[in-house]
């Protein structure tokens, strides 16, 4: 989406968006939809089980209506199929921890300017208590449910053996690879604390059986073993660019030739580093919450990686409203066997000229 603010209207317009975001994080703290469930409600009888004023309910459950997260007919207030579902704590398909993790970034927001002039992170990067690593980490299994085996249909790992999930958190990218790719072995490597999410969550999954935890810092160790494709995935944008590029030289690294990096990120895609609107947009949550991270381009990030070795580097496009982030993802390649094989050749058929010569 391109937003363009060019009459006062359009700013203000913009600025007033904050209206509906509020009505809705308030029905979330009240726990509205989980209250509503399956039955039908007047206001009255609502207000008094989740004890608030009957005034501020009907204007709120209106609001909530008018958005279509309820539905109202005449007087009687039901929920809508989201927020029966993934709204609702008692339904199997509820989001919580990551509903949990965006409302919350609402006073985060509040506090902008402190970041603005700092340039530093308002409380801490990456809180490691390990309640705050549990939660956040099935606020992203949360996140990425969906998406996840939506993207494995599109990315092709027949050839592949073993993937590496860098960054993989709860694992949810690796297990829709595993389970769309019955033959493929994958490794979800992560800081101890999102493995022990990771491995509850392959623990109800047939393929969870293929799935290994490597607990590392990528950030100072080595990666043991070889793959034949390493899946970094929304960890680009917490890191600098000397970061990232320490990470792609330890992934060539681990890679077997002609082995393949895919990296998704909210990547930049014009030419001015402006757009998609979201990637910028996450830029500011990156100021906010960490040390050093930023939203990247495309054209920036393939630098990089041909800077570390990797070649015939890619975007590669996924079906609109499918993805991760809107433009594409990036691949690149280790160096390939034919490739090796032909330096080799080069370098063989150079030494026998030179034998020949003398
Ligand atoms: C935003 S989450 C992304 C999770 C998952 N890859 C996804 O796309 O949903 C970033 C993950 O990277 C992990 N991470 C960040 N820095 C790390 C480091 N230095 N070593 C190991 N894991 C790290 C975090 O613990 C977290 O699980």
């Not at 034949?228 to 600098?240: E, K, R």
């Not at 570390?308 to 280790?334: H, P, Q, Y």
């Amino acid at each position: 989406m391109r937003r363009r603010i060019a009459t006062f209207d359009d700013l203000r317009d913009a600025i007033m968006a904050y209206r509906l975001p509020r009505v809705l994080i308030a029905a979330l703290e009240l726990n509205l939809f989980t209250a509503i469930g399956t039955d039908a409600w007047t206001v009255p009888e609502l207000a008094r089980d989740v004890k608030v004023s009957e005034r501020g309910l009907a204007i709120l459950c209106r609001n909530l209506a008018m958005a279509g997260v309820l539905k109202k007919k005449g007087e009687i207030y039901t929920n809508s199929r989201l927020g029966a579902t993934a709204l609702n704590a008692h339904h199997p398909a509820y989001r919580g921890d990551y509903l949990q993790l965006i409302t919350s970034h609402w006073a985060d927001w509040g506090r902008l300017l402190e970041s603005v002039r700092s340039g530093l992170p308002l409380d801490h990067d990456e809180p490691e208590e390990p309640d705050y690593r549990r939660r956040f980490t099935w606020a992203m299994h949360h996140r990425t449910l969906e998406t996840a085996p939506k993207m494995a249909a599109q990315i092709d790992l027949r050839t592949a053996r073993t993937l590496l999930d860098l960054g993989g958190g709860p694992g949810t990218y690796a297990m829709a690879f595993l389970a769309k790719n019955p033959t493929l072995r994958a490794t979800v490597c992560d800081r101890p604390e999102a493995l022990a999410v990771a491995k509850e969550i392959a623990s109800t999954h047939k393929a969870g059986a293929r799935l290994s935890f490597l607990p590392l810092d990528m950030m100072t160790e080595a990666i043991p073993g070889t793959y034949d494709v390493i899946w970094y995935s929304n960890v680009l944008h917490i890191y600098s660019p000397k970061d990232n590029q320490a990470v792609f030289r330890r992934a060539l690294a681990s890679l077997n030739p002609g082995g393949r990096l895919l990296i998704q990120d909210a990547f930049l895609h014009d030419r001015n580093g402006l757009f998609p609107e979201e990637a910028s947009l996450f830029a500011v949550s990156m100021l906010l919450f960490t040390e050093k991270g930023n939203t990247y381009s495309a054209a920036e990030t393939r630098a990089w990686l041909a800077d570390a070795g990797f070649e015939r580097i890619k975007v590669l496009r996924m079906k609109k409203g499918t993805e991760d982030w809107e433009g594409g993802i990036l691949e690149a390649r280790s160096p390939g066997t034919n490739e090796k094989t032909r330096v080799r050749r080069i370098g063989s058929v150079r030494s026998s000229r030179s034998r020949s010569s003398h």
